[in-house]
């Protein structure tokens, strides 16, 4: 019995919130509020027509980078917890609002600002860059810096429980507490067999998307940071159900928390795949400035490139219908069990036409979806609570991996996986 008040309203938000209404005997009561209000309500009038739950649905219109204002909507809803899926720029304010109003949090990403050029951010990430040896935009100082506020107070920050981060550090936990006496290598590995047809679109939020995809790409090894230039390492791998793919290394989120709450780990690499039209019109569009954050005047108005170039290209949430093929993300573990070697690789596998016909979306959002509404359902029903601002592998596997097979994201442990050279 409990009451989540979500933030946003987009793709991903929209597969996790019809998960949480089949999931009503955790999620009684929901609110959902967002920027732009009637997705909202279209998406609560969806929900209502079809008459299958009994989650009380409420509304409201939400500018989440106004902390005052998510701490208001909090103090008037009064949930146990709240589930953000806006994007990483408003991660600060709602948890400093749900920090001072006393309640639960959960989100799929960690932190980035808007503006990049921004004086104070700017000096700390060169810092950072310097100290570290990683430039990406995102890392989890930021939200990590909460940790002993949350600690005190008693309230769970679970942080990243979309499916990589989320599900990737799942697999890790339960890797490490069934298969593993030690884990030594990580490769993560996400794999988008889907084809939409258009000659360029991005499967998420395209600002957030095409940033990570543009930056250095970068792994952690013997306990520093290798940085590489962008896509510099490629590799190719035969993904079960899916096929053979190009694949190349980036810098991912996970591998900061996984080096730190993974004992002894001595390399973890993240893959993603890309076929070379998408990665061509990518490089046109940075080399014409197409993917800046910096705001430019156009026309006596002020734009910011990378916002304009979101207006034009398809929706994410439109892309469903149109795209068919396979997902397959997932990790592969070498290390040590009983004094022997072993590898393992867990995966899984999701289909976007059956995401479709389910909940009228495509793979992408309903693998970030899923585990979302199931972080959700764990910190809010009671079963993970773990005061502190904690990555999702700091709580036991089980209960997450049990609720995957149940909502849509079986997994499958290969014993004898390809690996990865
Ligand atoms: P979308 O752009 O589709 O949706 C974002 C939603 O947040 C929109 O409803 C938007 O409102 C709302 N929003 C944006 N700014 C604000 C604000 N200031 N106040 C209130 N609401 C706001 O993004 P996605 O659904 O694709 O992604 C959601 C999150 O999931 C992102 O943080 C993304 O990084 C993360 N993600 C995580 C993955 C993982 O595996 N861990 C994978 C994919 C995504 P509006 O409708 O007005 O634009």
């Not at 390492?233 to 996984?258: A, C, Q, T």
């Amino acid at each position: 019995m409990s009451k989540v008040l979500i933030i946003g309203c987009g793709g991903v938000a929209s597969v996790a919130i019809q998960k949480c209404c089949r999931n009503d005997a955790v999620f009684t009561e929901i609110c959902i509020a967002s920027r732009t209000v009637s997705k909202c309500d279209a998406l609560k009038a969806k929900i209502e027509q079809e008459g299958k739950s009994k989650t009380i649905i409420t509304t409201a219109q939400l500018d989440a980078d106004d902390k005052d204002a998510v701490l208001a909507l909090i103090r008037a809803y009064q949930p146990v917890a709240v589930l953000n899926l806006a994007l990483p720029y408003q991660d600060l304010t709602i948890m400093q609002a749900c920090l001072e109003a006393g309640v639960h949090y959960i989100d799929t990403a960690n932190y980035e600002p808007e503006n990049i050029d921004e004086p104070i951010w700017r000096a700390n990430y060169e810092k950072r860059c310097k100290e570290l040896g990683f430039t990406a935009y995102f890392d989890y100082s930021y939200q990590w810096a909460f940790h002993e506020q949350f600690e005190k107070a008693g309230l769970t920050a679970l942080l990243g429980s979309g499916f990589d981060p989320g599900v990737t550090s799942v697999f890790t936990a339960y890797a490490r507490k069934h298969y593993f006496d030690e884990i030594h290598y990580i490769d993560i590995l996400d794999c988008n067999g889907g084809d939409h047809g258009y000659p360029f679109a991005t499967n998420f939020n395209p600002e957030i998307n095409l940033r990570e995809v543009s930056a250095n790409g970068s792994y952690w090894e013997n306990g520093h940071w290798v940085e590489t230039e962008p896509m510099e390492i490629k590799r190719v791998y035969n993904f079960p159900e899916v096929g053979e793919k190009d694949m190349y290394l980036l810098h991912h989120e996970e591998i900061e928390s996984l080096a730190k709450n993974i004992p002894n780990v001595k390399r973890i690499r993240f893959f993603m795949t890309f076929g070379q039209s998408y990665l061509t019109h990518m490089k046109c569009l940075e080399n014409v400035g197409m993917l800046s954050t910096t705001p430019i005047e156009f026309q006596g108005t002020e734009i910011v490139p990378i916002q304009f170039l979101k207006a034009l290209l398809p929706d994410p949430a439109s892309l469903g219908p149109r795209t068919v093929g396979k997902t397959n993300i997932g990790c592969i573990f070498t290390g040590i069990k009983d004094g022997k070697e072993k590898n393992i690789y867990i995966y899984n596998v999701c289909d976007h036409q059956e995401c479709y016909r389910e909940l009228g979306s495509q793979a992408i959002s309903y693998t970030t979806g899923v585990p979302a509404m199931i972080g959700a359902a764990l910190v809010a029903n009671g079963t993970w609570r773990n005061a502190g601002a904690r990555t999702i592998e700091e709580f036991d596997p089980d209960p997450f991996m049990e609720m995957l097979n149940e909502y849509g994201l079986p997994w499958v442990v290969d014993e004898n996986p390809q690996i990865v050279p």
